[in-house]
Nanobody, 126 residues
Framework: QVQLEESGGELVQAGGSLRLSCAAS????????MGWFRQAPGKEREFAAA????????YYADSVKGRFTISRDNAKNTVYLQINSLKPEDTAVYYC???????????????????WGQGTQVTVSS
């Protein structure tokens, strides 16, 4: 089992930046892919970014490339999502997720993840 806890969400003005954190416990993450997803009110949960913990290879949704950066800290067993140039349409609950390395499914597929955090709210005011 992997327990995930997100933090860092808050109310920010458009154009600002945030760094979300996801602290993992229960396992070392060397065999995991970590993902960030988001869910806006009334919409499906969508993929934002993912990182292969051991290789550091990253994946991004086209809609966030250039503004979102995913990274990890091995010592802290924590994955981060840096969001720059925030827009009102970035308003959503942001979820951290984990899945075992080696699955054939794309890391953008939310159904391929086994473990999820509770989410952290990001609200961007215009």
């Amino acid at each position: 089992q992997v327990q995930l806890e997100e933090s860092g969400g808050e109310l920010v003005q458009a154009g600002g930046s945030l760094r979300l954190s996801c602290a993992a416990s229960g396992r070392t993450l060397g065999n995991y892919v970590m993902g960030w997803f988001r869910q806006a009110p009334g919409k499906e949960r969508e993929f934002a970014a993912a990182i292969n913990w051991s290789s550091g290879i990253t994946y991004y949704a086209d809609s966030v490339k250039g503004r979102f950066t995913i990274s990890r800290d091995n010592a802290k067993n924590t994955v981060y999502l840096q969001i720059n140039s925030l827009k009102p349409e970035d308003t959503a609950v942001y979820y951290c997720a984990a899945r075992i390395v080696g699955k054939i499914a794309s890391p953008s597929l939310k159904g391929s993840y086994s473990f999820w955090g509770q989410g952290t709210q990001v609200t961007v005011s215009s």
